[in-house]
DNA sequence: AAATCTTACGGGTGACGTAACGATC
DNA sequence: GATCGTTACGTCACCCGTAAGATTT
């Protein structure tokens, strides 16, 4: 299991439509549904009911997406904080109490 | 970024080490050195210090390291509720009640 | 007939193992 | 000298695009 393919998933059930949720992606129809099929195909649960002109949840599918939701919730956190490291917003505050002239009592790291 | 990148990053950060990373992984040294690598190159941080025979962590990778955690716990966990499913432990549950003899009121899917 | 999903095939990218090198303990 | 991390290279699987086919509206 992957980021991407939970993208995919995700896309999809939010779409309700493979062709769709391929222009989302900006990749062809057939990726998304080898994609989906080998997703599927590892966790050994049908997410998705086809039938040939339609897209339909599963039970399972259902009761996939609330989590893959949150594990993508969480990647894009986890990118989030690194950019705002990178933009000197975030990182280990440490504080000092100045004693008396030239001697600084700082707390320990971390 | 992807899941088995996390996975290796963690995994890194808990050992201290690519070597022994890599023996949980059950793959070789330069495996895990080039995947991390190439998280770092993504995400546009440097996540672990080297030193040719230590490794460290970076501000930027104890800033990480949480979320990355998070973010496998959600994956292990969207796996979790399908095999929970699987074994017929969950899924949607509906009461009815029996209004008189033959006549159930079931409440709505979903 | 148009739209939608699937399958088959070829090409490019990524991951891994082997091997050789450099640096540190 | 042994250990640890890196680099170079060949191989294999995976992802994508193209193309053709099947089914529904």
Redesign the pocket.
Same mark, same amino acid.
């Given at each position: 299991m992957?980021l !991407?393919?939970l993208e995919v998933f995700v896309a999809v059930a939010e779409e309700m439509?493979? =062709?769709r949720s391929a222009k989302r992606?900006?990749?062809?129809?057939?990726?998304i549904?080898?994609?989906? !099929?080998?997703l599927e195909r590892q966790l050994g649960a049908e997410l998705v009911a086809?039938? =040939?002109?339609?897209?339909e949840l599963t039970d399972a599918g259902r009761l996939f997406l609330p989590e893959a939701r949150r594990t993508l919730a969480a990647a894009a956190e986890a990118r989030h904080v690194l950019e705002q490291l990178r933009g000197g917003l975030r990182g280990t505050l440490r504080l000092g109490v100045m004693l008396y002239d030239g001697v600084l009592a700082v707390s320990p790291p971390a």
């Open positions: 992957e !991407r393919q439509s493979i =062709t992606h900006n990749v062809v129809q057939s990726a549904s080898a994609t989906l !099929r080998k086809r039938t =040939t002109h339609k897209v």
